[in-house]
């Protein structure tokens, strides 16, 4: 069974840095074909993906937050990380952490994790 | 990459068939197969319900089905359920440059 469960600050400062961890099991991404995004969603408004991070180690990022996101694994741990430079209140949101496809194809999103609320406020 | 529009709600009767609709371009939802759907409930992680357009995932009911023509995708609920309340985000995956976009989202009452 693939579980993923998102951790990090449930607050973080204007400006500050946030590091989100995403702790996977169920599979690994060291196996060819595995991949696991991030994806938001502020209160009440849609959802946005963030970034991706294949098993040989490509990363994608959205082309509106490249500049502040950088995503990592640590293979040995099952983990994902995720952070995001110079927060602001409109980064306040639930943050997933999600495996993208199945291994041949990556156009979809499953499982998800349950997320993780993160506000931005001083 | 602009979201995709969805309409903000949709609803029926215990029964009756819903259709919600998710509209893009030629560089997203028109331009590959790759659309899925997913149904968030309050207080859990979101499901997938379609992938690739118009396969069901095992487990999930095949009161749910998914098509596509041009540039927009359709999610068909059909014999409404009061367990199918719930917000739907459709999505596409453009694999030209590695990138996903979502929906506005439609917000799904039953009566």
């Known amino acids: 069974q693939v579980t993923l469960r998102e951790s990090g600050p449930a607050l973080v400062k204007p400006t500050q840095t946030l590091t989100l961890t995403c702790a996977f099991s169920?599979?690994?991404?060291?196996?060819?074909?595995?991949?696991v995004s991030w994806i938001r969603q502020p209160p009440g408004k849609a959802l946005e993906w963030l970034a991706r991070i294949d098993w040989d180690d490509d990363k994608y990022y959205s082309t509106s937050l490249r500049t502040r996101l950088t995503i990592s694994k640590d293979t040995s741990k099952n983990q994902v990380v995720l952070t995001m430079t110079s927060m602001d209140p409109v980064d306040t949101a639930t943050y997933y952490c999600?495996?993208?496809?199945?291994?041949?194809?990556?156009?979809?999103?499953?499982?998800w994790g349950q997320g993780t609320l993160v506000t931005v406020s001083s | 990459q602009s979201a995709l529009t969805q309409p903000a709600s949709v609803s029926g009767s215990p029964g009756q068939s819903i259709t919600i609709s998710c509209t893009g371009t030629?560089?997203?939802?028109?331009?590959?197969?790759?659309v899925s759907w997913y149904q968030e409930q309050p207080g859990k992680a979101p499901k997938l319900m379609i992938y690739d357009v118009s396969n069901r995932p095992t487990g999930v009911s095949n009161r749910f089905s998914g098509s596509k023509s041009g540039n927009t995708a359709s999610l068909t609920i059909s014999g409404l359920q009061a367990e199918d309340e719930a917000d739907y985000y459709c999505?596409?995956?453009?694999?030209?440059?590695?990138?996903?976009?979502f929906g506005t989202g439609t917000k799904v009452t039953v009566l």
């Open positions: 999505s596409s995956y453009i694999s030209s440059s590695i990138h996903y976009v």
């Open positions: 169920g599979f690994s991404l060291s196996t060819s074909g595995m991949c």
């Open positions: 030629s560089s997203d939802v028109g331009g590959y197969k790759y």
């Open positions: 999600a495996r993208a496809g199945d291994g041949y194809n990556y156009s979809w999103f499953d499982p």
